[in-house]
C-alpha cells in the first residue's frame, strides 16, 4: 500500500483540546526515532568493513605489483631506479595496477560521501526532537492567544434576548402585532448576530499553521548543520573518527606506519586551510591558542597528551592486551574522555560492580525539583549513572563514554595473525634443523662407536637402542648367549670328576671305550648374574686345561 501523502490545509478555527493532545503526544513517541537510527548505524558499520577490506586488497596488490616488477627487472640485470620501460608485458601491468587502484580510490570517495550523508541524517535525527519540542510549544501559544482573540470579539447576544424578554414581562401589554413585529426583530437581531460572529471569527493566517512552523524549523535546522565546517560536522564524530581510522590503518598496516594525523587536518585541503607537518602545527600552536607548546606522546589510538618537550613522532605501537584482563583484544572500546581502550565486557564488569555514581547534571535536578520526596526517591534510584576511574589514568569514565574501536580490533587480529604464521614458519625451519642435527649426530656417534672397543665405547642408557656391534667384538659378543642358555639349561660335567682313577700323564681307564659325559641336572642359580658370572670363568679355565 502506497503511503497517503500529506497535504497541508489552512486552519479556519484554533485548534482544540484534542489536537492539542495529538501533538503533544507526537513529540512523546520516540520509538520511530530509534528505529529509525538502528539502519543508519549499521550502513555506518558495513561502510567502515567494507572500506577497510578493500583498502586491505588494494595495499596486497600494490606490494604484489612491486615484487613482481622488482623480479622482472632483476632476471632482465634492469635496476630499480632505472627509467623508461621498453618491455610491454610490464608496461601493461602496470596499466592494470594503475587502473584497480584508481578504481580503489574512486570507491573509497564513495564511501567517503556515503557515511557522511548518514551521520548528516544520524545528526537530523538527534536535532529532530528538540526541533518538534518547540513546533508544539509555540502551537500551544498561538491557539491559546487564538482563543482569547474569539473571546473578547464575540458579540453578547444572550444577554440582549434576555433583556428584551424582561422588559416584555414587565409591561404586560403586548398584543398581536406587538408579537409579530417582536419576531420579526428577533428574527433580524438572529441573522445580524450570526453574520457579525462571522465577521468577528479570528482570521489564522496561514504561517500559524503547526505544520508550517515544523517545515519552517527542520529547514532552519538543516541550515544550521551545513553552516558548519567538514572539521566541525565529521572530525568528531564518534562514527567517522572509526571509519577514518579503519581507512588510514588499511593504507598503513604494519608497525611501522607514522602515526594518523591530527583530526583538525583531515579536511584541510578541502576546506581550503593549510596543512602543516606535525613539528611546524606544535610550533605555530601557541601563536594560535595562547598556551605553551605541548609535544604529543601516542597512545594505541594516536591520542595526544601533553609533554614539556617537543618530541616528532616517527611510528606508534599498538597494544595488543587490555590492561584489564591482560589478554589480546577481542571486542575493544574506547573511551571519549582520555582516549585509552578496553576489552567490552571486562569494563562493562568493573562498571556494575562499582559503587560510585555520577553527579547529577542540571536537567536531571531540574526534573528531581519537581517531585515529591516519595517519587524522587524511585526517580533518583532510575537516573543513578555508575561510574569508574580509568585503570590507565584514573579518569572518571561511565557506559556512555565508551565507543567502538574498530580500527583497534582489525589491528589486533591482523597482528595476531601474523605472529602466528610466523610462529609456524618458525616451528618447521627449527624442525627441519633438528632433524638435520640429530641425523649428523647419529652418524658421528656410530663412527666413534666403530672405533672404541669394551669400556671406552659410550654407554648406552635405559629406553634407548644398543649401539651397532665393532667387528672386533662381534665373536666374543655372540658367545655370551650361549653361556648363559648353559647356566639356565643342563650342565656337562666332565668325564674326570665322575671316576675314582684318574689317569696321569695320558693314561687309559679300566674300559677301553670312553664313557659318554654323563648330564646331570642343575638347578638354575638364584643370583644368575654373580654365580652365572663365577661358573663361566671355571668352564673356560677348565676348557683351556
Not at 460572529?197 to 541550515?223: E, G, K, W
Amino acid at each position: 500500500m502506497a503511503p497517503t501523502q500529506f497535504e497541508p490545509q489552512p486552519l479556519t478555527a484554533p485548534l482544540n483540546d484534542q489536537a492539542l493532545r495529538s501533538l503533544s503526544e507526537l513529540q512523546q513517541h520516540r520509538d520511530r526515532e530509534k528505529k529509525a537510527r538502528e539502519p543508519l548505524k549499521k550502513a555506518a558499520e558495513y561502510l567502515t568493513d567494507i572500506t577497510g577490506e578493500l583498502n586491505d586488497r588494494a595495499y596486497l596488490r600494490r606490494v604484489r605489483h612491486s615484487k613482481e616488477k622488482a623480479r622482472r627487472r632483476a632476471a632482465k640485470g634492469v635496476e630499480d631506479g632505472a627509467e623508461g620501460n621498453d618491455d610491454p608485458a610490464e608496461a601493461e601491468a602496470d596499466a592494470r595496477h594503475d587502473e584497480f587502484q584508481r578504481k580503489v580510490e574512486a570507491l573509497t570517495k564513495r564511501m567517503d560521501l556515503s557515511i557522511r550523508g548518514v551521520i548528516d541524517d544520524m545528526a537530523w535525527l538527534t536535532e529532530y526532537p528538540a526541533t518538534l519540542k518547540a513546533v508544539v510549544e509555540k502551537a500551544q501559544e498561538i491557539t491559546e492567544q487564538q482563543r482569547s482573540d474569539f473571546h473578547v470579539q464575540s458579540p453578547p447576544r444572550r444577554t440582549r434576548q434576555s433583556r428584551r424578554v424582561v422588559d416584555a414581562d414587565e409591561t404586560g401589554n403586548v398584543d398581536q402585532d406587538d408579537e409579530g413585529e417582536a419576531h420579526e426583530a428577533e428574527g433580524d437581531t438572529e441573522a445580524a448576530s450570526s453574520s457579525h460572529q462571522t465577521r468577528m471569527l479570528p482570521t489564522i493566517h496561514p504561517a500559524d499553521s503547526p505544520h508550517v512552523h515544523l517545515s519552517t524549523a527542520l529547514t532552519q535546522q538543516v541550515r544550521t548543520w551545513t553552516s558548519k565546517t567538514l572539521t566541525e560536522r565529521y572530525a568528531h564524530n564518534n562514527d567517522y573518527k572509526g571509519w577514518y581510522r579503519v581507512l588510514y590503518d588499511a593504507k598503513n598496516p604494519g608497525e611501522s606506519a607514522p602515526p594518523m594525523p591530527d583530526e583538525s587536518l583531515w579536511f584541510a585541503a578541502e576546506e581550503g586551510r593549510m596543512s602543516f607537518s606535525s613539528s611546524q602545527r606544535r610550533r605555530h600552536r601557541p601563536l594560535r591558542e595562547g598556551s605553551q607548546a605541548e609535544a604529543t606522546s601516542v597512545t594505541e589510538n594516536g591520542s595526544r597528551s601533553g609533554s614539556d618537550d617537543e618530541v616528532e613522532i616517527a611510528a606508534e605501537k599498538t597494544r595488543l592486551k587490555c590492561p584489564i584482563t591482560l589478554l589480546p583484544y577481542e571486542d575493544p572500546v574506547t573511551s571519549k574522555n582520555c582516549n585509552h581502550s578496553y576489552e567490552r565486557n571486562a569494563i562493562l564488569s568493573m562498571l556494575s560492580a562499582s559503587s560510585s555514581h555520577a553527579l547529577w547534571t542540571p536537567t536531571q535536578l531540574q526534573e528531581l525539583s519537581q517531585l515529591s520526596d516519595r517519587q524522587r526517591n524511585r526517580r533518583e534510584r532510575e537516573m543513578r549513572v555508575k561510574q569508574v576511574k580509568c585503570p590507565e589514568c584514573n579518569v572518571l569514565l561511565v557506559e556512555e563514554d565508551l565507543v567502538e574501536n574498530p580500527a583497534l580490533k582489525r589491528r589486533v587480529a591482523r597482528l595476531l595473525a601474523q605472529e602466528r604464521r610466523d610462529n609456524i614458519a618458525t616451528s618447521d625451519v627449527d624442525g627441519d634443523s633438528s632433524g638435520d642435527d640429530d641425523d649428523n649426530e647419529n652418524r658421528h656417534r656410530h663412527h666413534n662407536d666403530m672405533d672404541l672397543i669394551g669400556t671406552q665405547r659410550r654407554p648406552v642408557g635405559l629406553g634407548s637402542s644398543s649401539p651397532v656391534p665393532s667387528r672386533s667384538t662381534t665373536a666374543r659378543r655372540t658367545a655370551e648367549p650361549i653361556k648363559g642358555e648353559r647356566l639356565s639349561s643342563m650342565s656337562v660335567v666332565p668325564q674326570t670328576q665322575l671316576g675314582e682313577d684318574d689317569g696321569s700323564g695320558g693314561g687309559t681307564h679300566k674300559n677301553s671305550q670312553s664313557p659318554e659325559p654323563a648330564l646331570v641336572p642343575t638347578r638354575p642359580a638364584r643370583r644368575g648374574r654373580g654365580r652365572g658370572r663365577n661358573r663361566r670363568i671355571m668352564d673356560v679355565d677348565d676348557d683351556n686345561e
